[in-house]
């Protein structure tokens, strides 16, 4: 193992010159650096991680902030965590993944050990019992996601407001008056998650703008509830023509209940997704989306962070993701959506004579359905 006296030897300079050339703690001349610097490539050299941290008074780690809740889907929670420790490594640093749902006395006891130089908070709520604690933290911190009132804060996510509107607009561009939102679980909505919210306010406030009728239905994400939802919506609603899904989940359930309903999708009813590109594409029927980019976001997160322990100035306190519709094979103009079915009379609604086959199933979700839900301000 090559150690910090073979680069002195190596550069003709003594082991304390290197020392300082690697902490930064004591000016050394620009041509003695890069003399240091071309020894520790040539030979190889890499500081030891603990000596690194003494001199520099960091643990080389961040705090990644993600309790793990009722109603989170974790395969995409992973992918924002995954793109987090990639680009944590790019900086030389560790993450260190907290997951226990014990909100600020967590984060506070991290910080007081300095297990961690910064954190990376997730899962953030629009009135989060945590902000407090990080707007008067010693270390640094980045949301990914916005609360209510981000002031004092540094936040980075998707538009999740626009990318509700985004599929309204594509609806209403193909001539769709009636559309639904089957939203995140309903515990989602109860703790006040921003992103859910964000969706249902953009979602409805695009309908009203654009004179669409609308209604936001939350749903438990099991494909028992998938089928249930798709017969509670035709049933409520039997002019339905396009629908909106942000609960990967169901999204592939729900789109086969309807088709087991005897529903062509798109020339029945257009269906839009909120989701992972991946998630759209390799679908058998690839899904009309807004993609959630996890690793352009999880990316940012940890540059703004590298930003703030440097302390550059002009860090911005908001990054917004514009939300980005790609048009697949699930949407489609509503003059076909609204063509009768095989065997309908002429100009009946594709929804009309459907079998109903299990009423009880869809009553059982019934009370986690609602036309409007009490949203705070975007």
Not at 194 to 219: I, N, W
Not at 226 to 254: D, F, R, W
Not at 354 to 370: F, P
């Amino acid at each position: 193992m090559v150690k910090i006296t073979d680069v002195a030897r190596h550069a003709n300079v003594s082991a304390s010159t290197v020392s300082y050339a690697l902490s930064g703690k004591r000016p050394i001349s620009e041509e003695t650096r890069r003399r240091i610097e071309d020894s520790i490539r040539e030979l190889g050299y890499r500081p030891h991680a603990g000596a690194r941290s003494l001199a520099s008074s960091r643990s080389q780690v961040i705090g990644l902030v993600l309790p793990l809740r009722k109603g989170m889907h974790m395969p995409v929670v992973m992918q924002f965590a995954t793109s987090v420790a990639t680009a944590a490594r790019e900086h030389d640093h560790d993450v260190l993944l907290l997951t226990h749902n014990e909100g600020e006395e967590g984060i506070n006891r991290v910080a007081r050990s300095r297990l961690a130089d910064a954190f990376i908070i997730m899962d953030v709520e629009m009135d989060d019992r945590r902000l407090p604690l990080l707007r008067g933290l010693d270390q640094p911190s980045v949301l990914i996601g916005f609360p209510s009132d981000p002031a004092g804060l540094t936040c980075i996510d998707l538009d999740f407001a626009g990318a509700g509107e985004a599929c309204v607009e594509h609806l209403a561009s193909l001539g769709h008056g009636t559309v639904a939102l089957v939203g995140s679980p309903p515990e989602v909505y109860v703790r006040g998650t921003g992103f859910a919210r964000r969706v249902a306010a953009g979602f409805t406030a695009a309908a009203d703008r654009l004179g669409l009728r609308s209604s936001v239905h939350p749903c438990p994400e099991t494909p028992a509830a998938a089928q249930a939802m798709a017969e509670q919506l035709l049933h409520e609603q039997p002019e339905l023509s396009g629908v909106v899904i942000h609960n990967e989940p169901v999204t592939q359930p729900l789109i086969a209940a309807f088709q087991t309903m005897g529903l062509r999708v798109p020339q029945d009813l257009s269906v839009v997704a909120i989701c992972p590109d991946e998630t759209a594409e390799q679908a058998p029927l690839p899904i009309s989306s807004v993609s959630i980019p996890s690793a352009e976001i999880g990316t940012g997160a940890v540059d703004l962070l590298m930003a703030k322990l440097a302390e550059h100035d002009g860090v911005p306190e908001t990054t917004t993701l514009p939300a980005t519709l790609t048009e697949r094979a699930t949407s489609a103009a509503v003059s076909s959506a609204t063509a009768p079915t095989s065997g309908g009379s002429a100009g009946a609604h594709p929804h009309a004579g459907l079998a109903w086959a299990d009423t009880s199933l869809a009553q059982r979700v019934s009370d986690t359905a609602s036309t409007r839900l009490p949203l705070s301000d975007p």
